[in-house]
């Protein structure tokens, strides 16, 4: 760990294969000179792929425990207000206050870590508890703190939310429909202060986007965690349906979570051993050669952000079928960058499947067209940098680019 950091970087989990855009932004700011402190909340044992050193907050030392009360008891003024939230607000659950507490204690340790390390400035993404560290953090060491909101922490567990927000200087969220929605709910923070910042993969070249293998089954393809709010269970039953109504489909689930034992369950009740596969965890670079054998790449998720998984199958040309919430229409309009059905309908899901099923190949224009989709507004390197000229600008006082010569910029 570096003894010197700018920016404090601070994720619940980092590195971790299933949030690749930490990662990519903590390159892009370094690219710029930029000392970053890549911190996680929770422990790892996923490999960093440039091998950086990571500040694990959560792990279990007495004496830096006994530490951080000091720190807190030393500085209670500066969280006083804090912790009267947590004591007062009736709005939150017991439980949830409570768990304030010791969070309170690791912002206390991450501002002990740092204090003497020239930190300006800590980013946090998602708006759990893990937030609550970053701004403890912020509020002791005397810097602002600024927070990237996605989907389920700001739509599904909204955990203390309004008193982040208030704390932070600036709130970037993946999609307008998030923008919108927090500007209705959450007066705590100023318009200007709520900023669109998309996530964005890499456009593979033209001669990577093939056309799918052919199967003797119409091939379907999510990709997500065995996660509750994926709702994988709801794809297994659509096509229970899928195969009563007599069209052959062969369902491949790529991912691996706390769901997968009830999945394989309702798998063997529904008698779909073989028609729908569960592959577990598939690694980023096989993840392309699953697209190519798709016919339709699939998500059937209760919340989202604006889905990685998406944006990577359209990249490819590939026909996606996702349910009409949050910021999704923002990616696939209906009929023209892929399809969308309401979410929760079976029968929905099951009509735009055999609609898919029956057009074929003349589908073409609509994966051209997804593809140029994601080119214009989810390039990946393109949106990495313009939120390192919004982050350098807004947090760290220079306008300068990763690429741009000082005396030119003058010029």
Same mark, same amino acid.
């Not at 708006?127 to 810097?143: D, K, P, Q, S």
């Not at 190519?292 to 998984?309: F, H, M, R």
């Given at each position: ?46 490999? !960093? ?66 204090? !003497? ?29 600024? #927070? ?11 955990? #203390? ?67 509750? *709010? ?119 899901? *099951? ?61």
């Amino acid at each position: 760990m570096c003894s010197e950091a700018e920016v404090i970087y601070l994720s619940n989990r980092f590195p971790s294969p299933l949030e690749p855009y930490v990662q990519d932004e903590i390159e892009e700011l370094e690219s710029r000179g930029v000392r970053i402190a890549a911190c996680s909340v929770w422990g790892d044992t996923e490999e !960093n792929r440039d091998g950086r050193e990571v500040f694990r907050i959560f792990t279990w030392r007495p004496w830096e425990s006994l530490a951080a009360f000091v720190f807190c008891v030393q500085h209670a003024a500066k969280l006083r207000d804090l912790v009267r939230r947590l004591a007062t607000n009736r709005k939150e659950s017991w439980g949830l206050r409570l768990r304030g507490i010791p969070h309170t204690l690791l912002g206390a340790r991450l501002a002990l870590r740092f204090r !003497n390390a020239g930190v300006r400035h800590i980013h946090v993404h998602h708006g759990y508890l893990g937030a609550w560290i970053g701004m403890v953090a912020a509020r002791l060491l005397g810097v602002p703190y600024s #927070l990237t909101l996605h989907g389920s922490d700001l739509l599904v567990r909204p955990s #203390l939310l309004d008193t982040k927000l208030a704390q932070c200087a600036a709130c970037f969220t993946v999609s307008e429909f998030n923008r919108d929605y927090l500007l209705q709910r959450y007066s705590q923070i100023a318009p200007r202060n709520v900023l669109v910042r998309r996530m964005g993969v890499r456009i593979p070249p033209a001669n990577q986007v093939l056309a799918p293998s052919r199967n003797r089954a119409f091939a379907l393809l999510a990709v997500g965690r065995l996660h509750p *709010v994926k709702d994988h269970a709801f794809l297994i039953r659509a096509c229970a349906a899928l195969k009563t109504s007599g069209r052959e489909v062969a369902c491949c689930i790529a991912g691996e979570g706390p769901e997968r034992w009830r999945l394989e369950d309702l798998i063997r009740s529904l008698g779909l051993r073989e028609e729908v596969r569960l592959l577990g965890h598939v690694p980023q670079n096989k993840l392309a050669a699953l697209y190519q054998q798709a016919d339709l790449v699939v998500l059937t998720s209760q919340s989202e952000g604006i889905p990685l998984t998406l944006m990577e199958a359209m990249a490819l040309g590939r026909t996606v079928l996702a349910p009409a919430i949050t910021g999704i229409p923002e990616l696939v309009i209906h009929g023209k960058t892929g399809f969308l059905y309401r979410q929760g309908s079976i029968p929905d899901f *099951v009509e735009l499947v055999g609609f898919v099923q029956k057009t074929g190949s003349r589908l073409g224009p609509i994966g051209e067209a997804a593809r140029e989709h994601v080119r214009e507004l989810f390039n990946l390197e393109t949106n990495l940098r313009e939120f390192g000229d919004l982050f350098m600008e807004q947090f760290l006082g220079t306008r300068k680019g990763s690429n741009e010569d000082s005396l030119l910029q003058q010029v």
